[in-house]
């Protein structure tokens, strides 16, 4: 018996957050968005994937977001990253240094911590 993966994260977003989630996740992040299954599509939010990296939104009437805990988004080009979220109007703020990696945070358009890493 053992834990093979995480099949998705989840964050939280506001009711009528879909629009705002499809701009930041589907064109300034680049995830493809996913169609939810039948028996959740009511319930409101949105599923979105990037590689093998699964990320669902779902709507809480009242979200708030996290202050640490946060989804870390492996990238290459790490500072063609930085100048897009700067481009796509995106808070930035470089992270502390880990050995080997180079971070730094923005924030979805709910607040919501998304930290992006690239190896060294």
């Avoid at 939810?36 to 009242?62: C, I, N, S, T, Y």
């Amino acid at each position: 018996m053992e834990v093979i993966s995480i099949d998705h994260v989840q964050l939280a977003i506001p009711p009528g957050g879909e629009p705002a989630a499809r701009t930041f996740y589907g064109q300034v992040l680049g995830f493809t968005e996913l169609p939810k299954p039948e028996a959740m599509r009511g319930r409101g939010g949105l599923w979105f994937q990037a590689g093998p990296v699964q990320l669902h939104l779902g709507v809480e009437p009242d979200m708030r977001p996290s202050i640490k805990a946060h989804p870390a988004l492996v990238v290459t080009e790490f500072d063609r990253w930085r100048a897009r979220l700067a481009a796509a109007g995106c808070r930035w703020k470089d992270a502390d240094e880990v050995p080997g990696t180079r971070r730094g945070h923005t924030w979805d358009p709910f607040g919501n911590p998304i930290e992006l890493i690239e190896a060294r």
